[in-house]
């Protein structure tokens, strides 16, 4: 079992609905949660973090943590062919001598059509 | 600008001659990372460094080595590069890595060897 999964997608989306990205993890020592969004051919650049359960909002981004079901998402409201990209889920492990190290899943990659 | 940079950015190569990828921060950050990604398989890190002097194996370590000498320099050295290890390197650096810490990326390296 990978650390962190993604469904790799693509999930493909119309202009202006909810795209909803998932991720899992299977490290209960993880505190913090990530989501990086990337570019064809760029370098990930921070979107969100959060590491209490619950939802966290940011203008259109919304992240959502469940530890108990190792569980973390991402919802992006209002979508726009701009959000076309691959989101990258990325977790920081608190404990052992794993502190520290963000591991990345594979990506989902989000297509939103006009 | 704060920023993360990598030279070169795009390298062809052909197996066993010897190369080095150089990465450079400008914001005073101690922790510095290397990554390689593949179609797939997201980002998966190579080394990451504490500190000056101070560097430690990732997921994905063998073929590489590192060094930090300086606070702001990672560069990562490729002994006798392998047609496996084409890939998209990306170099990235936080001020810490702790639990909330935004790790910055660099534009990226792609190497292909042949």
């Known amino acids: 079992q990978k650390e962190v999964e993604q469904n790799s997608g693509p999930l493909s989306v119309p202009e202006g609905a909810i795209a909803s990205l998932n991720c899992t993890y299977s490290d209960r020592g993880s505190q913090s949660f990530f989501w990086y969004r990337q570019y064809s051919g760029k370098s990930p650049e921070l979107i969100m973090f959060?590491?209490?359960?619950g939802d966290k909002e940011d203008g259109r981004f919304t992240a959502q943590l469940n530890k108990a079901s190792q569980y973390v998402s991402l919802l992006i409201r209002d979508s726009q062919p701009s959000d076309s990209a691959t989101y990258l889920c990325?977790?920081?492990?608190?404990?052992?001598?794993?502190?520290?190290?963000?591991?990345f899943g594979q990506g989902t990659i989000l297509t939103v059509h006009p | 600008e704060a920023q993360v940079t990598q030279n070169p950015r795009y390298l062809i190569t052909v197996t066993g001659k010897k190369l080095t990828v150089t990465c450079s921060q400008n914001m005073n950050h101690e922790y510095m990372s290397w990554y390689r990604q593949d179609p797939g398989l997201g980002l998966r890190q190579i080394y990451y460094s504490m500190n000056v002097e101070v560097t430690d194996k990732g997921d994905v370590p063998e073929g590489y080595k590192v060094s930090r000498k300086e606070k702001r320099n990672f560069p990562l050295i490729l002994e006798s590069p392998s047609p496996n290890q084409t890939s998209l390197y990306f170099c990235a650096s936080s001020l810490v890595q702790g639990l909330s810490e935004t790790q910055y990326f660099g534009p990226g390296t792609r190497l292909l060897v042949l």
């Open positions: 990325a977790v920081i492990n608190a404990g052992g001598t794993s502190y520290g190290k963000l591991t």
């Open positions: 959060i590491y209490s359960n």
